[in-house]
């Protein structure tokens, strides 16, 4: 078995949840609590939203998700798999197996290649180099940026950069997909396109999605959609 498979199978028996939250809390010293008592559950394959108004914490929930940062109480399960208590090298395990993050900033590494950007996931999971190569390559083709996979980022244009990011994204074939605003930096024309293909590239997967948005035009065609505003989770009709 590939072991970057291994999740998909277990949770396609509808056995758990590819992400449970349950009573998660998040405050800094000296501050209001940023929200509390959050429960959240998404299933193998569902694509759901998260709206809100700037400054709720939407950001801060999809970096609790993953383990890039600390609940101040609660349990977040990803995969079966507890990520609120681990150690942060845990958490990095489990993110780089089970977890695809789409930035707003695209984090791309200035001296890699478009095609190397999009290959990192698979190398920290032990692919070899032309493997790892080899699917970033095809990624980066179903995205329409087969021309432009050896330019290095400041060589492409942001609509591009985030097609990068999201071929990072997706190559190691996650179960769960945190996309965090990934147009909020593009024109809107950019960002039309780049959710297209986006969208499609989603189609083909058996991933979940979790998006952070302000644009209600971006809910559309979702499983399920949230509102966060005063600390508190709302479900809408997406």
């Known amino acids: 078995m590939h072991p970057r498979q291994g999740g998909h199978q277990i949770l396609e028996r509808g056995l758990i949840p590819v992400l449970r939250i349950c009573g998660l809390a998040k405050h800094y010293p000296g501050a ?26 939407k950001s801060t929930l999809l970096h609790l998700i993953a383990g890039l940062d600390e609940a101040s109480h609660g349990s977040i399960e990803v995969c079966g798999h507890r990520m609120d208590s681990r150690a942060e090298a845990e958490r990095a395990r489990l993110r780089a197996r089970h977890i695809g993050f789409v930035f707003q900033a695209f984090h791309l590494l200035p001296h890699l290649t478009a095609v190397q950007n999009a290959a990192l996931p698979p190398l920290l999971l032990g692919s070899s180099e032309a493997l790892a190569l080899e699917e970033a390559s095809a990624v980066i083709a179903e995205l329409g940026l087969t021309s432009r996979e050896h330019a290095l980022p400041s060589e492409l244009s942001g609509g591009e950069q985030q097609r990068v990011a999201i071929a990072r994204a997706l190559v190691h074939r996650p179960d769960l997909i945190l996309a965090d605003e990934p147009t909020g930096n593009l024109d809107p024309d950019s960002a039309d396109q780049v959710m297209h293909l986006f969208n499609e590239a989603l189609r083909r997967r058996p991933c979940a999605l979790l998006l952070v948005t302000h644009d209600r035009d971006r809910i559309r065609g979702m499983d399920l959609c949230w509102k966060l505003q005063h600390g508190r989770l709302v479900s809408l009709a997406p």
């Open 32 to 57: 209001a609590p940023l929200f509390g008592n959050i429960d959240l559950q998404l299933q193998p394959g569902a694509k759901a939203a998260l709206i809100g108004p700037s400054g709720c914490g």
